[in-house]
């Protein structure tokens, strides 16, 4: 399995970033994938998850209404749409399913 996170960055608060992870070595589209996120000095905290098909979401409370999780399965990609950022969604982003983790992708958000 190996799952490869992209775009992450610095934002100012309010805005907004699409965050993508890669996936391979693994049949992607029959594989639930979820994204989580670490911030300093706190446990990794799940945030979203999409069916294998895309037809169902979940959001973590904190999320809902901001992130909006979703894939392709023709590119084996998994996206995570984050808007309206606050200065508390500061973290490291991972990307996992099928058992394993990505590397993460750093997301500051300040001014």
């Known amino acids: 399995v190996q799952l490869v996170e992209s775009g992450g960055g610095l934002v100012q608060p309010g805005g907004s970033l699409r965050l993508s992870c890669a996936a391979s070595?693994?049949?992607?589209?029959?594989?639930?994938m979820s994204w989580y996120r670490q911030a300093p000095g706190k446990e990794r905290e799940w945030v979203a998850a999409i069916s294998a098909t895309g037809d169902d979401t979940n959001y973590v409370d904190s999320a809902k209404g901001r992130f909006f999780i979703s894939r392709d399965n023709a590119k084996n990609t998994v996206y995570l749409h984050l808007n309206n950022l606050k200065p508390e969604d500061t973290a490291v982003y991972y990307c996992?399913?099928?058992?394993?983790w990505g590397q993460g992708t750093q997301v500051t958000v300040s001014s």
């Open positions: 070595l693994f049949t992607f589209s029959r594989n639930v």
């Open positions: 996992g399913g099928a058992g394993s």
